[in-house]
């Protein structure tokens, strides 16, 4: 007697082999489904490996390569697949997904981290073929594979996935069902409380128009509000709407990369496209060139120069430690990091904490509370004062920085891998050390962006009418300004030059106590302890004010540096210039980068600018 049970979706799981994969194609042959008897709750099954028994049109059509198995998670697609009658095993060929998740686990699978794939499929018909000690055997011959996975641990193919009771698939089975005990259950006609259901969408319906009505009132846009409550928008959507029609907010993309493979990103060369624009040849930087084309069509203008991809200024490159990977051949780690990596390890402000927003495109627009509600006490049966959050929002719009270097006719000559990292490794620094600056101390006038000590409202600390030495009290100062501010929390820290740091290490807290301000020497990080916070020195903290009578005065810095924030739009731009030092053979490369700076809320931050050092 045939019988139909709620299965669900059940599972197998293969070791992947990685010796196929064909890394500039992105495709990794597998193998899904074999003829093994895997133990389920009704009995051993047998998949059976005839094409005539297995449905292929969904993994022919485009079938999903997912992760773990989610849905909505994903990463590739199924290119090929096939029965191979003879092997009796399902073979597929899976392709990864050039975004930013495909490529992530795609990397994980070259490097032998993610090892296992697993098939999600259906069974529609299973049939007894044989019984021994009590134990049922059944044998599919009718089931679909739905879909293939990358997953990290194989899936516990016994424990009878799919067996819950609003599994989404049935299966037939032919035989042998009454043997086991199994009976067809009798679905119960659930019984629903109308009432409660009203009370519930009616709560939740006053819950969307007051929280509507509350967005509205806040931004000024009742017409609005009235708008999306008569036409059902759901809170979320009318968020979205005030975003872009109230605060003309851009939403920050990060597609910026033109997909280039493994293979191009390797064999891509900062010293042949530097050579190549010098030379004004591009004969022999093809890739380079193409490169620098696909990103001119994605941020919509010309170079100065050539355009370096965010595939390569982000990519990992050879690992010197080990010798498979690149040991052999590097002699020093300046490949061990990516460009990206490389200019912002050399910010002393990212040390600090200052957070960074990559590949934007577009004006971007954060939001910030200026104003918060008020708290009443009340008397019994009394209401408070309704109050509302004040919210605003500020903005960040791309400003061109540039920074050169020079690079000899000679060392352009070479090719090795080492001159290849020391070219990234220096225009990197330069490019740098332009940003630090701009974020310490940029005046937010002639296309700067505006730095730290030039941001309206930070804490004042000050010394004396011409400056004065700083002191412990001055330290204590700082900190109490911003947490007066309620703002003494996050990435908290001090920074200053090289000066104000050897002035505090030989000042004592209180005569004669032999304890000084600031007890120990930065390390080669530039970063030490002071008052029991983080302290960099930096000589791009200005050491060159004037108060008064008072010159050379060095600025002191404390606050919340995650609340300092930098943009970066669009690709690196390389503007090679072989002619300002031609008679010296030199040829300087000036580095062009779009970033903003600002800092989110100016009561994070406090300065004391007037310190005498000498």
Known sequence: MNRTIKTGKL????????????????????????????????????????????????????????????????????????????????????????????????????????????????????????????????????????????????????????????????????????KMGVEEKKEKTPVVDLDAVRSEAIKAEKERVAEIAALGNAHKCRDMAEKAIAGSKTVDSFRQEILTEVLNAVPVRTDANIGMSEKEKKDFSFVRAINAAASRNWKDAGLEREASDAVEKIVGRTPQGFFVPNDVTNK??????????????????????????????????????????????????????????????????????????????????????????DISRKLLLQSSIDIEGLVRTDLATVLALAIDSAAINGTGATNQPTGILNTAGIGDVAGGTNGAAPTWANIVALWKAVAASNAAFGSLGFLTTTNAAAKLMTTEKATGTAQFVWPDFPGEDGLARLAGFRAGVSEQVPSNLTKGSGTALSAIIFGNFADLIIGEWGALDVLVDPYTGGTSGTTRVRVLQDIDILVRHAESFSAMKDAITT
Do not use: C
């Not at 899904?32 to 028994?53: C, M, P, T, Y």
């Not at 999600?120 to 021994?132: A, C, F, N, P, V």
């Not at 049922?136 to 996935?161: C, H, K, M, Q, Y």
């Open 316 to 405: 990992r490159d050879l690992t010197v430690g080990t010798a498979t990977a690149g040991g052999n051949l590097v002699s020093t780690d300046l490949l061990s990091d990516s460009f990206i990596d490389l200019l912002r390890n050399r910010m002393l402000v990212r040390s600090m904490g200052a957070r960074i927003l990559g590949g934007l495109v577009g004006d971007v627009a954060i939001p910030s509370q200026t104003g918060g509600a008020t708290s009443f006490w009340v008397a019994e049966s009394g209401s408070p004062t309704e109050t509302q959050q004040t919210l605003g929002q500020i903005g960040m719009t791309p400003k061109t920085v540039g920074a050169f270097t």
């Open 11 to 178: 599972y197998r799981s293969f070791e992947l082999d990685r010796g196929d994969i064909d890394e500039e194609k992105r495709t990794v042959p597998i193998s899904f489904s074999s003829e093994a008897e895997v133990e389920r709750w009704f009995g051993n099954e047998i998949l059976d490996h005839q094409k005539k028994s297995v449905n292929l049109d969904r993994l022919k059509s485009g079938g999903p390569l997912l992760l773990n198995h989610n849905s909505r998670d994903q990463i590739g697609v199924v290119e090929e697949a096939k029965i191979d009658s003879k092997e009796r095993v399902g073979r597929a060929v899976v392709r990864f997904s050039k975004s930013q998740r495909g490529e992530e686990i795609y990397q994980d699978v070259l490097d032998g981290i993610r090892r296992s794939v697993s098939v999600g499929y259906r069974i529609h018909e299973i049939e007894l073929e044989k019984e021994k000690d009590g134990v049922s055997t059944f044998r599919a011959n009718s089931w679909e594979p739905l879909e293939v996975s990358i997953v990290p641990i194989p899936a516990d193919v016994s424990v009878g996935v799919g067996r819950e009771s609003d599994a989404e698939y049935t299966t037939t089975i032919r035989g042998g069902l009454a």
